[in-house]
């Protein structure tokens, strides 16, 4: 596994192929007020390509694409989250995307663990160390522990989806999964707009 950390930006001339592994990691959970501090992503080749915002005005126009191109497939784990912060750290929407978490809350109705642990750890019998989950990830030089559990988010999501479409085509919910993930970009501009309970409910 190969970890490639860049500053602000992605190379030009990279290609990550027409389906990408994406997660990110803030200083908290409020978009509005804890700043985007890295972006991994995988083109699921076992190589994560990190993104660290050093520069406070950074402008990161091929990343920027990148998340804006409705050709290349994103994949998260928890999309609600990463969208509604992509979107206000770099204005861009991200269309055309697959939330694991969704996949997995729709066919593994079993189980309420819906965590990546839980369901990397069930589906494809990887055991992922969340231990640098909750770390400082505003520092100028992350550490090789912070760097690997950030890879380690993306390294899996091609291999989950893969599982979680065999389960999702048997339980006949594809198709429910797939209108999910064309909401979330909803969801997450009424996130950052402050509706944030279930507007749906009674
Ligand atoms: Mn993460």
């Known amino acids: 596994m190969g970890i490639t950390l860049y500053k602000n ?21 409020n978009p509005q007020r804890d700043r985007l501090c890295l972006v991994q992503l995988s083109s699921g080749d076992g190589n994560a390509h990190l993104v660290q915002m050093t520069d406070p005005s950074f402008e990161a126009p091929n990343l920027k694409k990148l998340i804006s191109d409705p050709e290349v497939k994103k994949l998260f784990h928890f999309a609600r989250f990463d969208i509604a912060i992509l979107k206000y750290a770099l204005g861009v929407d991200c269309p055309n995307i697959y939330c694991t978490k969704i996949a997995s809350k729709l066919v593994r109705t079993y189980t309420d663990r819906h965590g990546l ?20 990830w505003g520092a100028q030089e992350l550490s090789s522990e912070q760097l690997n559990y950030a890879a380690s988010d993306v390294y899996y999501l091609h291999q989950l989806r893969k599982k979680l479409d065999i389960m999702l085509e048997r339980e006949g919910r594809m198709h429910i999964a797939q209108s999910c993930f064309d909401f979330i970009a909803t969801r997450a501009q009424l996130d950052l707009d402050g509706w944030h309970y279930d507007i749906f409910e009674h």
């Open 9 to 29: 930006d992605l190379p030009d001339d990279i290609d990550l192929g027409k389906v990408i592994a994406v997660d990110t990691e803030t200083m908290g959970l």
């Open 117 to 136: 642990r839980h369901v990397c750890k069930e589906l494809i019998g990887v055991d992922l160390n969340k231990q640098q989950q909750s770390s400082d």
